[in-house]
């Protein structure tokens, strides 16, 4: 199972990034699919989570500003960013909790994107 992040970059303050996550390889269904981000000498914190049903869950710092989606079909995970600031800027990482065949469920992690807001 691999999970690929996409749209990531360098953005003015203000300004918008939408981010995506596609999971493959063989699975039998996913569970709750996230998007994690860690800056720099911080600890990875939770910025947005979305279950299976499609009901989302925000950190309060990106409240209003962040919407999480996903489609079930593609598999895959998006974040849409708007009115980014500085404090914004970290490694995004996307989660998701899949069922494996012939074992449970995991979770699995994607290899990280930049998101840089310049002032």
């Known amino acids: 199972v691999q999970l690929v992040e996409s749209g990531g970059g360098l953005v003015q303050a203000g300004g918008s990034l939408r981010l995506s996550c596609a999971a493959s390889?063989?699975?039998?269904?996913?569970?709750?699919m996230g998007w994690y981000r860690q800056a720099p000498g911080k600890q990875r914190e939770l910025a947005a989570v979305?279950?299976?049903?499609?009901?989302?869950n925000y950190a309060d710092s990106v409240k209003g500003r962040f919407t999480i989606s996903r489609d079930n079909a593609r598999n895959t995970v998006y974040l849409q960013m708007n009115s980014l600031k500085p404090e914004d800027t970290a490694v995004y990482y996307c989660?998701?909790?899949?069922?494996?065949?012939?074992?449970?469920?995991?979770?699995?992690w994607g290899q990280g994107t930049q998101v840089t807001v310049s002032s």
């Open positions: 989660n998701a909790v899949i069922l494996v065949p012939g074992t449970s469920w995991y979770d699995y």
């Open positions: 979305i279950t299976s049903g499609g009901n989302p």
């Open positions: 390889g063989s699975f039998f269904s996913i569970n709750a």
